[in-house]
């Protein structure tokens, strides 16, 4: 399955008339010709309002889904924006520096242009995305297009995207309960399931002629040194039944999320825990978030589009103790104690993303539901390991009870350091955290799931948030950046 589309940028100029069009036109070509390969060149210039829909015309023909409206010169106001009135995707606008030419016949005036231009677009309340350096020379450009990349993508995937639900929530779990309301706000569809409608599904794959190949496929992946190889037929079953759900009630959407209940009754009606199922879909590119958390598969298929890489979704979970503080990251990295923290889940991270990835059992689980047992049986099926050491991004988007859409993003890493315990885990590191998690995370009421994108996403992301028009974007502010709630006379 195509979970992600596939971005096809173009680039159209636009001309004021006292200003000549061929300066505009040069300097498109120039920006192209920087770009390099994967960036149309609209030959229309948009001079006057019937030029805005040949130009449409000729970027669709083209197959272009997310425009770059390029300002060679001062530009035509209402032309330019009557462009992001008729595109219905993603659309930037940045503007010409001077330095090509003389500043005689040779001046464009777009840096003042720009200004016009975005006082226009607040004027008919449209999205545009508008990056830091708005106006540059040819390669200065052409790196700023680059960035439009993955929030086009990633603008474009919410706008066909379909999260589907197995519920309810467990008991006693209002975190991740949050009125789905601000999903369609942002064109996102839903579609919530009962468990028992899952469990049907499921109970019909039961003789999938296909299930010894996905088996096959699993102990590949796995190794001959799993201990739990029985439990594989079940996970097969719910793999492929997950999988054909996700074809048939696709719908109308082009991309599919899924967040589904995991526990307890799970485990007693289906005998496994789908941690490993998860894991294995979210390297196929289909996030699946646990514990029917909604804006967590939301906030992980938006890692996944911005980076374009398999993401995860981890509680924030537990403190680093001091011995292992000490022994681990104490003169290795430049990060204090509370600036660190465990991201933890029970083995839904895929297995390319964790050292030494084995199937295990849910141990909080066992406790609860297997108490006498010796061995593992219906807990079995999670993936886990320590996360692999690296860059990382954390973040979240998320409903308030009052349907108002808040986020959060925070880079930082993994550390190389053992984490001495079970599940998908890792030894967390943001600048400042003790202060991000008192006055974002729990002053803002958010909840304990994070979204984490590998790599150091923040910048597409902060701005797909911005595009979004979400008002209220949270990060990790230094010290001397106090946040609004900060007590100034704290010990």
């Not at 777009?110 to 540059?136: D, F, Q, T, W």
């Not at 719908?251 to 967040?259: C, D, I, Q, R």
């Not at 006498?372 to 979240?396: C, H, L």
Request: aromatic content about 10%.
């Amino acid at each position: 399955m195509e979970n992600i589309p596939e971005v096809k940028l173009g680039i159209v100029a636009v001309s004021r008339s006292c200003f000549p069009a061929s300066l505009s036109e040069k300097r498109r070509e120039a920006i192209v010709a920087a770009y390099g390969k994967g960036l149309y060149d609209s030959k229309v210039i948009v001079e006057n309002e019937l030029d805005v829909l040949k130009a449409i015309a000729d970027v669709k023909k083209a197959g272009v889904n997310a425009l770059v409206v390029f300002l060679g010169n001062f530009g035509p106001e209402t032309p330019e924006t009557i462009i992001a009135d008729k595109w219905d995707g993603p659309i930037m606008y940045c503007a010409s520096a001077e330095g090509d030419g003389n500043l005689m016949n040779g001046r464009g005036d777009a840096y003042c242009g720009m200004l016009n231009c975005s006082y226009n677009l607040g004027l008919r309340h449209k999205k545009a995305y508008i990056p830091e350096n708005p106006v540059g020379t040819a390669e200065e450009l052409a790196e700023e297009i680059q960035k439009f990349i993955p929030i086009s993508r990633t603008l474009l995937g919410l706008a066909g995207l379909k999260i589907i639900a197995f519920g309810p929530r467990p008991d006693d779990f209002l975190a991740c309960n949050a009125p789905i309301k601000a999903l369609y706000d942002l064109g996102v569809a839903v579609e919530e399931n009962s468990e028992l409608d899952l469990l049907v599904s499921y109970n019909h794959h039961a003789d999938d002629k296909r299930i010894p190949a996905k088996i096959e496929e699993m102990k590949k992946e796995l190794g001959n040194k799993n201990p739990y190889e029985g439990i594989l037929p079940r996970l097969a079953q719910y793999e492929l039944t997950l999988l054909d759900w996700a074809e048939a009630h696709k719908g109308t959407s082009k991309y599919v999320a899924f967040a589904n209940k995991c526990w307890p009754a799970f485990q007693t009606e289906f005998k496994f825990v789908p941690c490993y199922v998860n894991s294995r879909l979210a390297g196929m590119g289909i996030p699946v978030s646990c514990e029917v958390d909604i804006y967590g598969a939301l906030s992980e298929y938006i890692g996944l589009c911005a980076s374009n890489e398999t993401p995860t979704l981890l509680d924030i979970n537990n403190t680093v103790p001091q011995s292992i503080y000490d022994q681990e990251i104490k003169g290795k990295y430049d990060y204090r104690l509370h600036e660190t923290f465990m991201g933890f889940h029970c083995g839904n991270t895929c297995s390319s993303l964790l050292c030494n990835p084995h199937m295990g059992y849910q141990l909080i689980m066992k406790r609860q539901l297997e108490p006498d047992k010796k061995e593992p049986d219906i807990t079995r099926g999670t993936m886990e390991g320590n996360i692999k050491p690296g860059e990382i991004t954390f973040f979240r988007l998320q409903s308030t009870a009052g349907t108002e859409l808040k986020a959060y993003v925070a880079e930082g890493e993994v550390l190389d350091a053992d984490c001495h315990s079970f599940g998908s885990i890792g030894i967390f590191a943001i600048k400042d955290m003790d202060r991000f998690y008192r006055h974002v995370l729990i002053q803002k009421n958010f909840p304990h799931h994070g979204a984490v994108a590998f790599g150091h996403h923040g910048q597409a992301l902060y701005d797909v948030f911005k595009y979004l028009g979400i008002g209220d974007i949270s990060y990790n502010q230094p010290s001397s950046l106090p946040y609004p709630d900060e007590n100034p006379f704290k010990d």
